[in-house]
Every structure is written in C-alpha cells, then in structure tokens.
C-alpha cells in the first residue's frame, strides 16, 4: 500500500524584524502585555518588493533541497494561504513559475491558518491514489499587509513567513501521514476574517476608510472555540490512527497564541515539553505556520525515525483539524 511521507522541510523568514519594543512607538501597548498574552516577542515583516510567492518559492527552494529533489520531479504543488499576490492568477502558478517546477499541476488551499493541514491530506490523498509521486505544500503569508496597524488587539499578533513540507510516496508500511481530520464550521465565520475587498465588498473608496479589508477578530471568542476544538479534533485522529496521546513523541501547533497551545496540550494530556514553540519569534504566520515550525524541529534533529508527531491547526471559517504521522 502506498503511503505518504514527508521528504524534505523548508522555511523562509524575511529579514525585517519588528519587535514589541518597536510596537510600542506605533500603538499603544507593552511588551509586558504582549508576552502575557499571546507569548510573542517578536515577529517578521516582509519587503516592500517581496510578495506572498517570493516567500513561498524561497521556502518550496530549501525543502527541495533538503531532499535532495529536482524541481522537475515535483508533480503538484499546493500553496496555502489567504494573502496571495492577486485575486487571480493562483499564488501557487507564481510559484511553480519561480521554481521551476515545469512538471508539477499548482493551486491554492485557503482555509487560513488551518490551511496547510488541510493542503497535506489533499496532498495525502493524491499520492495514495497513484496519480502523483512527490507533493509540495507550502504555506505562505503576507499578514503584515492586511494588518489594522492602529488596532493593539491584532497587530501585535500577526507576522510574514512560509513554510514547505515535500511529501513522496513510499510503500514502507507503517511510516508516513497515518491519519487526518479536517473540520469547517461556517457559523462562525464571523469571530475572524478580512471581510472587504471580495465580491461581497468589492473595493471601493468606503470600505477602505472603514478598513474592511483589514483582519477582525473577536478575540476572546476565537479562544475559546480553539481550546475547546484543538484536543478534540487531535483525540479522534489519533484513535482513528490506532493511537493514544500516551503514543506522541513530537506536537506540531499552528503557532496562534502560547495560552491556547498549553490548553489544547492540557486538555490532550500530553506534556508541553512535546510541543515545538517558535510563537515568541515569529508570531502568527497562519499557513505557514505549521510547516515552519515542522521544519525547525527537523533541522534541529529532534525528529526520529519512528517517532509519532500530532499536528493540530485552527483558523478563520472556522476551519480546524488535526493529523498524525510516524516520521
């Protein structure tokens, strides 16, 4: 039986630096404040010429080469995010264009920051059915550019970053994607969202002076939904997966805010210390989140053969899940 596993692991961080320190002169709030809440320290912001797609090639780049993979032996690449670089063309066409990738079929997942949970089990399934041999999933964001930068309940969470995993198929029984659970709950697609600039609000003069298509979010709500959703949806896929919490070595969070992670862990009955944390340097990055976290727990050679990883996200729509793999 064909199975999917995971290849190689690539990041990309842009260079700019925008620290609490540095939030303090343009909104009012503290680091203090900052770190209680959410755990962030600092986050990172993209270049003026720097799109969504620079981001998520240069990310797609280092997981090729980690694997020691051509891009002409890619056969699909699936960018997720939700700050692509225009309505239209897809930001993944953009990328298979700055990679090179010839050979691979692209396209775009937006389920926000549960995005590349959901790009994986797509992924996941293709490679099973036979039709594809190696997948990029990239998650990638420009948050920065639809950031309130007067609101202090948002600005201070969000940051620019990708994220890529290479997932190959392999007949090794056993190893790979055990098992995923994808959840969508659209009566709440209020608590969180850009909700200008589509069809519904299309551009115009007056949704920009009431900066509809900058990020809401009713915070307190978004709390707790995540809390509550989090250890739910990693319980059954482990249990769908033959497993226990009692059964994971490593957790993969969507890097949201540090108080919903060490619920979520809580409540999941797994120890924090399993958890890779990056929230405090990098903020919320959405998509990109999980992949880049990913990245750095393997290149920092905490991952071993064998071990079984957890990985649970959450997002705007509300859109949330959960998914298990033996490394």
Not at 20 to 38: H, P, Q
Not at 161 to 169: E, N, Y
Not at 238 to 265: C, F, P, W, Y
Request: proline share 3%; net charge neutral; hydrophobic share 45%.
């Amino acid at each position: 039986m064909t199975n999917s596993i995971v290849l190689g692991t690539g990041s990309y961080a842009p260079q700019r630096v925008l620290s609490n320190a540095d939030l303090e002169k343009i909104v009012r709030t503290n680091n203090e404040w900052i770190v209680s809440r959410t755990g962030i320290r600092e986050r990172r912001v993209a270049a003026d010429h720097e799109a969504t797609s620079d981001l998520a090639a240069a990310a797609g780049r280092e997981a090729l080469q980690f694997a020691g993979v051509k891009p002409d032996d890619v056969d699909m690449i699936i960018v997720c995010t939700v700050t692509g670089d225009s309505p239209t063309p897809s930001c993944a066409s953009f990328v298979q264009a700055q990679l090179g990738a010839k050979n691979a079929f692209a396209f775009d997942v937006g389920a926000a920051c549960a995005g590349s949970l959901f790009g994986l089990s797509i992924a996941d399934q293709f490679i099973r059915s036979g039709k594809v041999k190696r997948a990029l999933v990239i998650g990638a964001e420009t948050l920065s550019r639809f950031v309130d930068w007067t609101n202090r309940e948002t600005c201070v969470l969000f940051g620019d970053a990708a994220g890529a995993i290479l997932l190959g198929a392999s007949e090794e029984e056993g190893r790979g994607l055990l098992a995923a659970s994808l959840r969508t709950d659209g009566s709440m697609t209020g608590i969180l969202g850009i909700y200008g600039g589509g069809s519904r609000r299309p551009p115009s003069a007056e949704m920009l002076e009431e900066k509809a298509g900058k990020i809401k979010m009713r915070g307190r709500e978004v709390y707790k939904v995540a809390t509550r959703l989090l250890p739910e949806v990693v319980g059954d896929t482990l249990e769908a997966a033959g497993l226990t919490a009692a059964d994971v070595d490593h957790v993969i969070a969507h890097q949201a805010n540090k108080r919903i992670i060490e619920s979520a862990m809580q409540n999941l009955g797994v120890p924090f210390e399993k958890c890779w944390i990056n929230i405090d340097r990098y903020g919320n990055t959405s998509s990109a989140s999980m992949p880049i976290t990913l990245d750095e727990a393997n290149r920092a050679g905490k991952l071993k053969k064998g071990d079984v990883i957890a990985m649970m996200a959450i997002g705007a729509g509300m859109t949330w899940g959960g998914a298990v793999l033996r490394w």
